[in-house]
């Protein structure tokens, strides 16, 4: 329901409804974690211009860990959750 233009903050806040905030409900985060996995996926290109990391490559973690304590040092406030790891799907979008 919260994909489709329907606002369903009233519902859930009549419903006494908290959603937490995180990447996906802060448009902030979800802005500093779009420049994070740009900066993270241009410094993959970069570093393999030729022919690239293969199909999805990028979400293989020998090909991301490099570039994440970059991330993190360029992006402090960016949540843990926003950065790729083994624990959760990268990209994020996949794991909707």
Do not use: K, M, N
Not at 12 to 38: F, H, N
Not at 83 to 88: A, F, K
């Amino acid at each position: 329901i919260a994909i489709r233009t329907v606002d369903t903050r009233p519902l859930l806040d009549a419903l006494r409804i908290d959603r937490p905030r995180d990447v996906a409900t802060d448009p902030e985060a979800s802005w500093q974690q779009r420049t994070a996995l740009a900066y993270i996926g241009g410094r993959i290109f970069l570093d393999h211009p030729l022919l690239g990391v293969g199909w999805q490559g990028s979400a293989e973690a020998e090909h991301y860990e490099p570039y994440l304590a970059d991330a993190r040092d360029r992006f402090p406030d960016l949540p843990e959750r926003a950065l790729p790891s083994p624990e959760h799907a990268w990209p994020p979008e996949a794991a909707d």
